[in-house]
């Protein structure tokens, strides 16, 4: 007797439309746009070629600053349900993820990170008498700070009744940084047609597809504890803490390397590689290997290479776009800081476009609209 392939299942069904919240971005930062003039009563300006990607950078006049604020997402309610099926805590990981939400995406404009602020909203004051989960969040904070290099200033940890659900948390970041000197600056301005792309490999979901992820366990028999892999259940691979990129790009720096574009592969998954508005095309002749949980969800889910490399980083948690003469070397730096990473493509002249050559997966400009 054969099985019958699963029903698909799409993000949007999931509760995530970015069709819907898309819009509300691009109208947002029409809006912060018109407050840049502000600036100047200080005597600073922005970069405007930092608006619309993932991290603000203004001139302060001898260096550049860039910030961002990223929230966690639903990471940690498998975290919490984790805890309810095996009795053991994995608040110290879910903090790298937060954290990383927010580092990942400041590194892309070329900024050293300096200082995060937490921001730890629950539910009621009860979340916090559980002592050793408030334990490991603190714990896994400063470790990631430390894998960093950056200075934890501070935070907020409200308890919001009737905002936030009983029992629960929402975490987020912010982290700022310096660019320093200003040649770090990374906004695509020298990203050009010959340019090589080196992909970073994720360490497994990160924190991007998990209101999908936690869909699907309504579908499997044994749900968080279902064996996706010899000895690996699906709610443990879920929870591996995401990758940390800052070590490499700074790395990268010592070594010489000014990427001409960084883009964190997080919410829209590979379209991601399209971020910047100029018109190029990308090429990808090499694909990583896909951790085991998420070609886990990509089959359950019944999603096509399209759709699992639209939604999910697919084993690429990172892209940076630099000069064909340092790629291999790129490569070699990521990969001695514990990052494997690859050779993986190149920019083209052509129409703005995603080609996955292994895939047989085209992306074109109107699949992700940021602007």
């Known amino acids: ?54 991290a603000y950078v203004i001139d302060v006049g001898p260096f550049l600053l860039a910030s961002i604020v990223e929230c966690l997402g639903s990471k940690a309610l498998v975290a919490d349900e984790m805890t309810r099926l095996t009795g053991r805590s994995y608040y110290a990981g879910i903090a790298q993820d937060t954290i990383a939400m927010a580092v990942n995406d400041l590194i892309t404009v070329g900024a050293t990170p300096l200082v995060v602020q937490a921001y730890w909203a629950a539910g009621g004051s009860e979340w916090f008498a559980d002592a050793a989960r408030s334990q490991a969040l603190v714990e896994g904070w400063k470790r990631a700070c430390d894998i960093c290099g950056v200075a934890w200033g501070g935070g907020e ?27 770090r600056l990374s906004v695509g301005d020298k990203l050009a047609p010959g340019d090589a792309i080196v992909l970073l490999a994720s360490s497994g979901i990160h924190a991007n597809g998990l209101s999908l992820a936690r869909k699907l366990v309504e579908r ?128 083209e002249a052509g129409p703005k476009q995603l080609t996955i050559e292994p895939i047989g997966v085209c992306f074109g400009d109107d699949e992700l609209q940021l602007r």
């Open 1 to 54: 007797m054969t099985t019958a392939p699963p029903s698909p299942l799409s993000y949007e069904q999931a509760g995530v439309n970015y069709d819907l919240i898309d819009p509300l971005k691009v109208a947002a930062q029409r809006a912060a746009r018109d407050t840049a003039g502000n600036l100047a009563a200080h005597g600073f300006s922005e970069i405007a070629a930092s608006r619309g990607e993932s």
């Open 157 to 183: 940890t409200p308890a919001l009744a009737g905002i936030v659900e009983a029992g629960r948390i929402d975490l987020a970041a912010s982290c700022t940084g310096i660019v320093n000197p200003k040649s």
């Open 220 to 347: 499997l028999p044994q749900g968080y504890l279902t064996e996706i892999a010899p000895g690996l259940g699906y709610g443990e691979a879920l929870l591996t803490p995401t990758a940390l990129y800052s070590p490499v790009t700074e790395a990268l720096w010592q070594a010489g390397i000014v990427p001409h574009y960084s883009a964190n592969i997080t919410g829209h998954g590979w379209r991601k590689l399209l971020r910047h508005p100029a018109v190029h095309g990308y090429r990808i002749h090499t694909v990583p290997p896909v951790p085991a949980v998420l070609q886990f969800i990509a089959d359950q889910a019944g999603h096509d290479a399209r759709e699992a490399y639209s939604t999910l980083n697919m084993g690429a948690g990172f892209a940076l776009f630099v000069a064909a003469a340092d790629a291999e070397r790129t490569a070699e730096v990521a990969r001695a800081q514990g990052i494997d990473a690859w050779v993986a493509g190149s920019v």
